[in-house]
């Protein structure tokens, strides 16, 4: 049997098309460049040369999981929010088509990747929206660049992944790195990572399993680095959880890897410009198990954070 996703693939991409959306591969320095989807209006020719307009609209930036890259975290957002917002989904280095020959491998790198691709589209301001290790990197990108990052929402993340928490996730998963769960090997193994990222495990056959590890699980080497670099000793964690822009964050109610607990505590941590909802019966990727409610609560968001800039 053929791979699935040699099917899937072009039928996600063609239906973001349809949505308004375009790839485009930017080079952010010589040997690093960026795979990111931006709106077909901003995208125009000049002698020949692919010139980037400012957006039309207010902008929203869209920052990915581990598990996958930016149009398949994404995709049912993309076609909820293409129609008033200019919806920009970056891939990170070493998934989709970004690559680097740098050797940094940290959140902060990431950030700064992503926010040099933005500055290179015109883009002046976005609001951020972060799953998992999209959060983590939009954090710092919100730290390094407050003038580009205007609000955020997050889901099931943290503003860094400390030694503790990392240890607490281990021992309440069974795992002995971050690798054991984000970088399967097996059937098994995937069957794992999805059933810990959702409340309620999708029936899928073993074949389509297969073939998400053939096609997901590339750059093997690399991400491996990123999970390494991505935990932080907690005496090298910064205490600074003060933040500009206004937190909105937004939980699945059975989130198995960084729980309701741990996401009130760091409410309370980041102030009074931070407010914390969670969606009932859903688990770590909330927007993929939960794609209705969470649209729906996304946009509000969004349509007031727009009304307040």
Known sequence: MGNVFVVLTPLVHGLVNLAGLTPQTIEIEPGTLMNIWVPKDIVTKKDGQTVYVPPTKPAVLLLHSFAMDGVFTWFLQILALTREYSVYVPDFLFF????????????????????????????????LVGLSYGGMVGFKMAKLYPKLVKSMVMSATVI????????????????????????????????????VGFHKLPWLPNFIYRD??????????????????????????????????????????????????????????????????????????????????????????????????
């Open 160 to 195: 860094e992944l400390t030694e503790s928490i990392s240890l607490d996730a281990y021992k309440k998963l069974g795992l002995s790195s971050w690798s054991d769960l984000l970088m399967p090997k097996t059937v098994e193994g995937l069957k794992r990572m999805f059933s």
């Open 96 to 127: 989709g088509g970004s690559i680097t020959d740098r050797n940094e491998r940290s959140a902060s790198f990431q950030a700064e990747f992503v926010a040099k691709g933005l500055k290179k589209l015109r883009v002046e301001e976005v609001t």
């Open 212 to 309: 998400i590890l053939e096609t997901m699980f590339t750059n093997r080497k690399e991400r491996n680095e990123l999970l390494n670099c991505l935990v932080v000793p907690d005496k090298d964690a910064t205490s600074d959880a003060n933040y500009s822009q206004a937190i909105h964050m937004l939980w699945g109610d059975d989130d198995k890897i960084f729980d309701l607990d741990l996401a009130s505590n760091m409410k309370m941590r980041l102030g009074e410009k931070t407010s914390l909802e969670w969606i009932k019966d859903a688990g770590h990727l909330v927007p993929l198990e939960r794609p209705l409610t969470y649209n729906k609560r996304l946009k509000q968001i969004l349509e007031c954070v727009t009304k307040h800039n």
